[in-house]
């Protein structure tokens, strides 16, 4: 059973480390570019690639060259608090190591460094002949503003079709969405798996799935499908059974309300699951809010399209709204997921997150839940070390009662 979750994990890894070891991507298929992740079912769907510029910078701070990325982003002159994963898109940018694009499609984002490089995609001059189409995301959560925003991404595709010279297969894009529904589906049913006690499977496969089915080459596909049925068939297979993490003593659960970053899950997070029985069984990108795309009409489709980003995306449903949604969000996994703690990481680069610090922490002491403020860099582990996090996330749990000293 270790080995097939093995696997898995690995066939995960692979095809995101493609992504990233291949900003520049010599294919011949046209390319959509973009500032952030508010677009899966309709480039599959047109025979298009999607490239997220925010994603590949994120996913570049995790290669060996990581850092270099990084410092090139500064010597750029991108402002220093800036978060690193848009510092590493911007000297991906301006170093000429980004495919020329067939067309740019941008938004205001959930923070104001992705608003910054859609900005600085726009204003890039070797670039000034590529068609692009910017969108305006309402930051209100309704029927409306989902209609609203859906009503332009509908007019992004005409738009698409002008640049391509060809027409979108409504056929094909109804068939996306299906393949899509079934991924969301599977994502839901394995959260759920996850609520029991002990956790029966690596919590991080939840993240790897939503990235597999909306962020890679190969997005919304049936080999993701079977990947997240094999993942759903094991852990049910596990739950039955009663058993947890194979070599985990499970003793603490608790929520990292953030990204996991590019070097926090395979330094500190496995090493308090493997030392200490500490399991992160929720963060960001695991937390699988998706709802069913409509597909009763045109209308319904590109609103349910709309939903899912300004409502269901992992960091814009955590950024772009309220603080209630965002501390309303932080109780309902500590109930439903029993964690017994939740981890402020305190990325350097999310101030909008930083902003709400307190509020959270007066939140978790009415509510009797412990709550570390870490205060790290989620893409730089040279701010501070993963031994330095370990220690302090060690200590927290035994000063809290939650782990014996």
């Given at each position: ?116 490089l859609a900005n600085l995609m726009n204003a890039y001059e070797p670039w000034a002949h590529v068609p692009r189409f910017i969108m305006d995301a309402p930051h209100t959560l309704d029927e409306e503003s989902y209609a609203y925003f859906g009503r332009q ?27 899509s529904n079934k991924q969301s589906q599977l994502l839901l049913e394995f959260q759920e798996l996850k609520k029991a006690v002990p956790c029966p499977a690596e919590p991080d496969l939840a993240r790897q799935g939503t990235e597999l089915s909306r962020w ?151 509510n009797g839940i412990p709550c570390l403020v870490l205060g790290i860099d989620i893409w730089d582990k040279r701010f501070i070390s993963p031994d330095v996090v370990f220690d302090r996330m060690s200590t927290f749990f035994q000063q809290t009662g939650l782990?014996?000293?």
């Open positions: 059973m270790l080995n097939a979750f093995s696997q898995l994990m690995a066939q995960s890894g692979k095809g995101l480390f493609e992504l990233t070891v291949n900003p520049q991507n010599e294919s011949t298929t046209p390319v959509i570019l973009c500032n952030g992740d508010f677009m899966a079912e309709i480039p599959v769907a047109l025979g298009c690639e999607f490239s997220d510029l925010t994603l590949t910078g994120a996913m570049g701070t995790a290669l060996p060259e990581g850092a270099d990325l990084i410092d090139g982003g500064i010597e750029l002159g991108v402002e220093s608090r800036m978060c690193n994963a848009i510092k590493s898109a911007c000297y991906y940018l301006e170093s000429g190591k980004i495919r020329t694009p067939e067309m740019i499609i941008t938004t205001n984002a959930c923070c104001d460094s992705m608003d910054t991404l509908r007019e992004a595709v005409t738009f698409f079709e002008g640049v391509l010279g060809r027409k979108m297969d409504w056929d094909r894009l109804r068939e996306v969405c299906v393949e890679i080459k190969h997005r919304v596909s049936p080999e993701v499908t079977r990947w997240l049925e094999e993942v759903v068939r094991l852990t049910e297979q596990r739950v039955k059974e009663g058993k947890g993490i194979d070599g985990v003593d499970e003793k603490v659960r608790f929520l990292w309300q953030d990204l996991a970053g590019s070097w926090s899950t395979g330094t500190v997070l496995a090493r308090l699951q493997k030392e200490l029985g500490a399991v992160c069984v929720m963060d960001y990108v695991s937390y699988a809010t998706w709802t069913p795309i409509d597909l009763a009409s045109e209308e319904k489709m590109f609103a349910s399209f709309a939903k899912r980003f300004l409502l269901e995306a992992a960091m814009t449903r955590q950024a772009l709204h309220s603080t209630d949604l965002f501390i309303g969000d932080i109780l309902r996994i500590v109930k439903e997921f029993r964690c017994d703690a939740v981890i402020m990481p305190a990325h350097v680069g999310h101030r909008d997150t930083n902003s709400r610090l307190k509020l959270v922490r007066d939140v978790c002491r009415e782990i014996a000293s």
